[in-house]
């Protein structure tokens, strides 16, 4: 916790030995506005576009704790560390502590990132995730197969301009931007999902245009007519496109509590009820 002023530069956390040295050489007047301050929770962000190391907790540890050296950071300030469920994230939060075991009062508490947790729980019971054995293989092969379609639709101007044909031959002026996930950020799966629905006529006509004699991907209509005499494999199945609806609805309680982890600031065990009532929306008998 710090505290934080008003300033020309945006709410900024100052400390009193800088406020005084302020109002000594008359800038204090300059930059902050008010001298009422709050009382808020201090965020600082690590760049680690700058850590050349390997990421291992030790590493990771010893570089937390010299940034807080340098921020002129006593250990005895710090109370707790907000991380995601990786190892070396849990561990370099146990290297900081035994480091500076001696030179603190107070015990620093370890918070789970919540979003990180219900993001790899939510990838175990989509199959998409390697964390573990694979728990539901099929439902991870339809979402595979989705995410490869519309990376090969997505990075192809051919491919791009021909689903711009058909949503033209439509007549429509706005539709959703159709876009491959990101496989390591939180949620993707569902979003991938999402953004397919809202585009599925467009995106089924285009994959079949595509895989035709005269298409971008005729090699792969050669293919698979000879070796299994339909397209099956080569194209989304209507019964795939089932699927990713149930998905969507099925997923969105955990999608919105993921965002909802994200979003908030400070979080008083808020996270539990919130929890609770995904749980209950999911354990409903959807289909």
Same mark, same amino acid.
């Given at each position: ?9 945006? $709410? ?126 099929? $439902? ?52 991938? $999902? ?66 909802? $982890? ?26």
């Amino acid at each position: 916790m710090a505290k934080h002023y008003n300033t020309k530069f945006g $709410c900024l956390a100052i400390s009193d030995t800088t406020v005084k040295s302020m109002q000594k050489s008359c800038q204090a007047d300059e930059i902050i506005y008010s001298t009422a301050s709050e009382l808020r929770r201090l965020l600082i962000l690590g760049d680690f576009r700058k850590f050349d190391e390997p990421k291992t907790g030790e590493n990771i540890g010893k570089w937390i704790e010299t940034n807080h050296a340098d921020l002129y950071c006593e250990p005895g300030y710090v109370i707790s560390h907000v991380v995601d469920h990786a190892s070396n994230a849990i561990d370099f939060v146990e290297v900081f502590k035994w480091n500076t075991r001696k030179s603190r009062p107070q015990e620093v508490i370890t918070e789970g990132f919540m979003a990180h947790s219900t993001h790899t729980a939510a990838g175990l019971a989509s199959g998409t995730t390697d964390h573990a054995a694979n728990l539901n293989p099929q $439902c991870g092969d339809h979402l595979t197969d989705l995410h490869d379609h519309l990376t090969i639709l997505t990075r192809s101007k051919p491919r791009r301009d021909e689903l711009a044909n058909v949503r033209k031959e439509e007549g429509r002026e706005k539709w959703n931007e159709v876009r491959a996930r990101i496989q390591t950020r939180w949620g993707s799966e569902h979003d991938e $999902c999402s953004t397919s629905n809202q585009s599925q006529y467009g995106i089924d006509v285009t994959i079949k245009r595509n895989v035709s004699p005269t298409g971008p991907d005729r090699d792969k209509y050669r293919a698979h007519m000879k070796e299994h005499g339909n397209l099956d494999k080569a194209i989304i199945l209507q019964r795939s496109w089932e699927f990713f609806q149930q998905y969507e609805g099925a997923m969105q309680p955990v999608r919105d509590i993921i965002r909802w $982890c994200q979003s908030a600031r400070v979080i008083f065990h808020e996270e539990l009820f919130e929890e609770r009532r995904m749980f209950e929306l999911i354990s409903s008998p959807y289909f």
